[in-house]
């Protein structure tokens, strides 16, 4: 008998406990609210680093990384961490792709790759000169930033030369460049 009157106060107990857990859950930020804070703060962080670079309201983000363009038409990929509950600069992608295109390291097996190619196309022994033409290019590719690395180069060819170019892409994943280590050899129209 004394449990049929507990009862009720059982009931309140669980009904209070139930609407306790409905109402934190209730008031979690959706995974929708979350990105779009993240995103406003990136781009807010980002509108402050090009502040005396001429401003930009041309901000597109991508995780942790933003691609802005400046009014003169710049390109910049920044990446930025989380420091102290806020977002700061942490590294222009663009700078980091120079320095790892340029690494002695880097540049060799980007060489290996390339005389192996030529050498198993050409069935000759290959060497290069110092000085050979490289560029470099960086762009957004879906959700990856990819770094390309292209040599020019010419081998003899009918009196004359044959120009080839040579492409390798790095992309950029955890903070880190990443070699694909999978080139593409073209050869230049109208080379002579």
């Known amino acids: 008998?004394?449990?049929k009157q507990n009862i009720p106060v059982l009931a309140f107990i669980v009904a209070?406990?139930?609407a306790?857990?409905?109402?934190?859950i209730?008031?979690?930020?959706?995974?929708?609210d979350l990105t779009r804070a993240h995103e406003r703060a990136i781009v807010e962080a980002a509108q402050a680093y090009v502040k005396d670079k001429g401003g930009t309201n041309n901000v597109t983000v991508f995780?942790?990384?933003a691609?802005?363009?400046l009014p003169d038409?710049?390109?910049?990929h920044l990446e930025f961490k989380l420091k102290d509950g806020k977002w700061l600069f942490g590294k222009d992608l663009w700078e980091e792709f120079q320095k790892t295109a340029s690494d002695p390291a880097v540049e060799a097996e980007i060489l290996g790759r390339l005389a192996k190619r030529l050498q198993d196309r050409y069935r000759t022994e290959v060497s290069f000169k110092e000085g050979m033409r490289k560029s470099t290019t960086?762009?957004?590719q879906e959700h990856a930033l990819v770094g390309t690395v292209e040599l020019h180069c010419s081998i003899p060819s009918g009196g004359g030369r044959h120009g080839l170019r040579y492409a390798e892409t790095f992309r950029y994943e955890g903070g880190q460049w990443i070699a694909d280590r999978v080139g593409i050899l073209l050869d230049q129209v109208g080379s002579k």
């Open 20 to 24: 306790g857990v409905a109402f934190l």
């Open 26 to 32: 209730f008031i979690q930020p959706s995974e929708e």
């Open 138 to 140: 960086l762009e957004r």
């Open 63 to 65: 995780g942790d990384t």
């Open 67 to 69: 691609f802005v363009l």
């Open 73 to 76: 038409g710049r390109a910049l």
């Open 1 to 3: 008998m004394a449990f």
């Open 16 to 18: 209070v406990a139930a």
